[in-house]
């Protein structure tokens, strides 16, 4: 019984951290747009994930560009596939980008990463607040 107690414990715990960034969910999320091109914007977006938000190499960081569209992804999920972090990028023109950061919203993918992954697109460096 203690076992199977453990077990339920255990896949409990487990369901909390696979949940991350949910489609159509009430994570938290900023958009803006900004005067850079659009690939520009995903490199950014890029490097601030790689530099600040894969702990000690404990997350991975999927990146995806579609030319043709114009759009790029940038997705920072957990060692169980969940996103905890991820920026939509869509030109708008040649030389102005739509970005919408979406943070899991817990500790430490929460509001201060959100501002931080805003902060790098527009300072064009990276800023980190958690795992640097």
Do not use: F
């Not at 919408?100 to 931080?116: F, S």
């Amino acid at each position: 019984m203690k076992a199977l107690l453990s077990g339920i414990s255990v896949l409990a715990m487990l369901s909390g951290c696979v949940m991350g960034v949910q489609p159509g969910g009430d994570s938290p999320s900023v958009s803006y747009k900004v005067p850079r091109n659009y690939q520009i914007v995903y490199l950014r977006a890029q490097n601030q994930a790689s530099e600040c938000l894969t702990g000690k190499n404990q997350y991975d960081v999927y990146a995806q560009v579609d030319p043709d569209m114009q759009t790029g992804t940038v997705s920072v999920r957990s060692p169980l596939g969940a996103v905890v972090a991820r920026s939509d990028i869509k030109a708008i023109d040649a030389s102005h980008t739509e970005v919408t950061h979406t943070v899991w919203g817990r500790t430490p993918w929460d509001e201060d990463a959100l501002q931080a992954m805003r902060q790098s697109v527009l300072m064009d460096t990276s800023v980190c607040v958690a795992y640097k």
